[in-house]
């Protein structure tokens, strides 16, 4: 990482490029709401409905929310605890802590951002997992979810291989573990019904995931099986990402309250990806991090290919939301 971009396994992107990219965002966002805005003042009678919608998506997300204004105060109250750990480190290893911190003097280490983001998973799939029995479809479920299982069950097995792959700081430790490993069983759950069905497909996915983690892995701990499991647990996640896009393009559902748990879901997972991408790019210099095949290229770009899927999927939901808001029948006010 420089001054002027960044470096996405081997490859310099100017921040030019990340500019034009923002700045593209920024009018097609400015567009929508502008043509949004006036599709709405020239029909009388659609804002109140849409002011009701918005009113109507907070009370039904609201359990959601509090969890996850929970694991924001969690955050801060860990983070203003102030460094616990410094001072029982050596010089050397001090040393290079005093550096990382004066990197990320907010978070205090880059490693806030991952914790965060398993404590929004946490809640994405608790979520889940309490609506399912609604009947309706998400993107979450069945082989979404089986896929995002082996991700999290690779990232157990990682955590409990070593301990190079615990998080550090004022949000690391046992706490952001103890998350991942729940998230395995919750995700069984969501996805066991299409293991009954898609058993053959799955042990062929596994084994081409596992060639491919063996062919690319990064080289962070010293214990070989846990730089594969890492590698294959961003796979599994990956494909899961893909299906999860597919799934929101092909899903119908037609009942308002079930339409409302999901925009949450959408939006969550993206703000928890952008987290993960953020890390990654930013976290670690582009030749400190030795590895096999792409190396790290492979953990980012498949983080920035979960990125882009969330993304699209939000993006289809929002404006699929919007297109049946105008379509809603015009009712005269006497």
């Known amino acids: 990482m420089d001054a002027y971009g960044i470096f996405l396994g081997g490859f310099h992107i100017d921040a030019q490029t990340f500019e034009a990219l923002f700045g593209m965002i920024v009018v097609m966002v400015m567009l929508r709401l502008e043509l949004f805005r006036r599709a709405v003042n020239g029909r009388p009678g659609e804002a109140a409905p849409s002011a009701d919608k918005y009113k109507k998506l907070l009370r039904e997300c609201a359990p959601e929310a509090i969890g996850t204004l929970a694991c924001i105060l969690l955050v801060i109250a860990l983070r203003s605890r102030g460094d616990t750990i410094g001072e029982s480190m050596d010089e050397r290893s001090r040393e290079a802590w005093e ?58 097995a990682v955590l409990m291989h070593s301990k190079a792959y615990w998080l550090e700081g004022p949000v690391g430790g046992m706490i952001p573990t103890i998350l991942e490993v729940m998230l395995a069983p919750l995700l069984f759950l969501l996805g066991k019904q299409a293991l009954r069905r898609s058993t053959l497909t799955m042990t062929v996915v596994t084994v081409l995931v596992g060639i491919f983690a063996q062919r690319n892995n990064i080289h962070l701990a010293e214990e070989q099986e846990a730089n594969l499991l890492f590698t294959a647990a961003h796979s599994f996640e990956l494909l899961s990402a893909v299906l999860y896009l597919g799934r929101t393009l092909l899903a119908d559902n037609d009942s308002p309250d079930f339409e409302f748990s999901l925009t949450f879901t959408h939006f969550v997972m993206v703000v928890q990806q952008s987290l993960a991408v953020y890390f990654w790019l930013q976290a670690f210099e582009p030749d400190t991090v030795s590895g096999t095949g792409l190396g790290i290229a492979a953990i980012q770009l498949s983080c920035l290919g979960q990125l882009c899927a969330y993304l699209a999927a939000a993006s289809l939901h929002i404006a699929t939301w919007f297109v049946d808001e105008a379509n809603q029948p015009i009712h005269a006010h006497l």
Not at 102 to 118: E, F, G, I, K
Not at 121 to 131: E, F, K
């Open 99 to 156: 550096a990382i911190k004066a990197q990320w003097p907010v978070l205090m280490t880059a490693d806030t951002l991952l914790a965060l983001q398993v404590m929004l998973r946490l809640i994405v799939v608790l979520s889940a997992v309490l609506r399912s029995g609604n009947g309706k479809t998400s993107p979450l479920l069945e082989e979404c979810a089986l896929l995002w299982f082996g991700g999290a069950a690779a990232r157990s």
